[in-house]
T-cell receptor
Framework: GQNIDQPTEMTATEGAIVQINCTYQ??????LFWYQQHAGEAPTFLSY??LDGLEEKGRFSSFLSRSKGYSYLLLKELQMKDSASYLC??????????WGAGTKLIIKP | GAVVSQHPSWVICKSGTSVKIECRSL??????MFWYRQFPKQSLMLMAT?????????EQGVEKDKFLINHASLTLSTLTVTSAHPEDSSFYIC????FGAGDGYNEQFFGPGTRLTVL
């Protein structure tokens, strides 16, 4: 079966750095996405990785290792507005998005 | 950027009635639209993939006679929840694929979601 694992919940302090991990086992791989979802809202796109390595975009960076089936999302200089759920999704061989359950990130002052 | 709208944003209905949710791509043509359902504190669950001008493809376990999907044009797809029951109460989200974009980068754009409550 296809499976995406990420921690259920994480807590971090405002101004700090947090890393949210995602491991996946899917039938084929055509890219990995990170989305941010605030409570009661639809997901919004954060990043996309299809090749190994680190993609940096402002305060957010995303890393991919295809051989390890592993990705992480790194958030720097955390702000209170970063409190949200972060969803990892993998596009499989059929170009279907397989979603993780999401990681709820709680930011404390 | 590409914008997807959903209407209504929330709806409350009585058990046994039908509810229609619209998903529109406002500034691009969407050959493919996706319908998701999300229960509280759970991940997105793909219900069906809707292609313009053809029948929708439903995921395993999703009743096609209960969740009617129509993708009549390149900018509009509708989801009708027929004979709704309280267990159908959920957050329904659509996304649309940009006809002009190739597979790979963020070619799926999400609507704001519709919260359905069935009494």
């Amino acid at each position: 079966g296809q499976n995406i694992d990420q921690p259920t919940e994480m807590t971090a302090t405002e101004g700090a750095i947090v890393q949210i991990n995602c491991t996946y086992q899917t039938s084929g791989f055509n890219g990995l996405f990170w989305y941010q979802q605030h409570a009661g809202e639809a997901p919004t796109f954060l990043s996309y990785n299809v090749l190994d390595g680190l993609e940096e975009k402002g305060r957010f960076s995303s890393f991919l290792s295809r051989s390890k089936g592993y990705s992480y999302l790194l958030l720097k200089e955390l702000q209170m507005k970063d409190s949200a759920s972060y969803l990892c999704a993998v596009k499989d061989s059929n170009y279907q998005l397989i979603w993780g359950a999401g990681t709820k990130l709680i930011i404390k002052p | 950027g590409a914008v997807v709208s959903q209407h209504p944003s929330w709806v409350i209905c009585k058990s046994g009635t039908s509810v229609k949710i619209e998903c529109r791509s406002l500034d691009f043509q969407a050959t493919t639209m996706f319908w998701y359902r999300q229960f509280p504190k759970q991940s997105l669950m793909l219900m069906a993939t809707s292609n313009e001008g053809s029948k929708a493809t439903y995921e395993q376990g999703v009743e096609k006679d209960k969740f009617l999907i129509n993708h009549a044009s390149l900018t509009l797809s509708t989801l009708t929840v027929t004979s709704a029951h309280p267990e159908d109460s959920s957050f329904y989200i659509c996304s649309a694929r940009d006809f002009g974009a190739g597979d790979g980068y963020n070619e799926q754009f999400f609507g704001p979601g519709t919260r359905l409550t069935v009494l």
